[in-house]
């Protein structure tokens, strides 16, 4: 049976058993400070634990081999956090205290990140929507404009040598909106 390391708690080597990961829970609660017979009750209550645990042969930290409860590697962590810290060693406590805190933190991100993703995409969303539509009144502000200056190129394109002439041998530019369309008296010379 092939055992491999997971983690190191107060010194103890926490190690799962074969390709199913299983983890025996006494070298765990030692390692704590806790009862493992009382665990294995509090386990075996457990409607999502109980009908995962069993039990394996598993080496101990003399060499033998012995029997031990253990429950699958992903339900450890859950198992953790439901740990009283009430019945945790002194020596432990803290190390549980702040692996439970980062448990809280862990869920707080889980469930809420999708939130927090939305309002924040939505704000982006809301910011682009307003240098778009920006964008689009500039764009549309400098399309009337070359609009303009190309019917003032194509007025100048049109004149003839006797406009020029009529103008008393001047042009008139720029061209006012009504010269471009022609609505204006023709302009003398003095």
């Known amino acids: 049976m092939e055992t491999k390391i997971i983690t190191r708690v107060n010194n103890?080597?926490?190690v799962s058993t074969s390709d199913e990961q299983l983890v025996p829970i006494r070298?765990?609660?030692?390692?704590?400070?806790?009862?493992?017979?009382?665990?294995?009750?509090?386990?075996?209550?457990?409607?999502?634990?109980?009908?995962v645990a069993c039990m394996i042969h598993a080496t101990g930290k003399?060499?033998?081999?012995?029997?031990m409860y253990a429950i699958p590697y992903m339900y450890i962590f859950g198992w953790l956090f439901s740990i009283d810290t009430s019945k945790v060693s002194e020596n432990a406590r803290e190390a549980v205290?702040?692996?439970?805190?980062?448990?809280?933190?862990?869920?707080?991100?889980h469930f809420t990140?999708?939130?927090?993703?939305?309002?924040?995409?939505?704000?982006?969303?809301?910011?682009?929507?307003?240098e778009y539509q920006e964008c689009q009144r500039r764009f549309k502000d400098a399309q009337k404009l070359m609009n303009e200056a190309k019917s003032e190129l194509n007025q100048v394109m049109k004149?003839?040598?006797?406009?020029?002439?009529?103008?008393?041998?001047?042009?008139?530019?720029?061209?006012?909106?009504?010269?471009?369309?022609?609505?204006?008296e023709e302009v003398t010379g003095e």
Not at 62 to 67: C, I, L, M, S, V
Not at 97 to 109: D, M, N, P, S
Not at 121 to 127: R, T, Y
């Open 12 to 14: 103890v080597d926490i």
């Open 27 to 51: 070298p765990i609660c030692e390692a704590l400070g806790i009862d493992a017979n009382g665990q294995k009750q509090r386990i075996e209550r457990n409607e999502i634990l109980g009908p």
């Open 62 to 67: 003399d060499g033998k081999t012995y029997d």
């Open 97 to 109: 205290l702040r692996y439970q805190t980062e448990c809280y933190k862990a869920l707080f991100e």
């Open 113 to 130: 990140e999708p939130q927090t993703f939305l309002k924040q995409k939505q704000e982006v969303i809301e910011k682009k929507v307003t």
């Open 159 to 184: 004149l003839t040598i006797e406009d020029w002439r009529a103008n008393n041998r001047q042009l008139n530019l720029p061209f006012t909106a009504e010269e471009m369309t022609g609505e204006t």
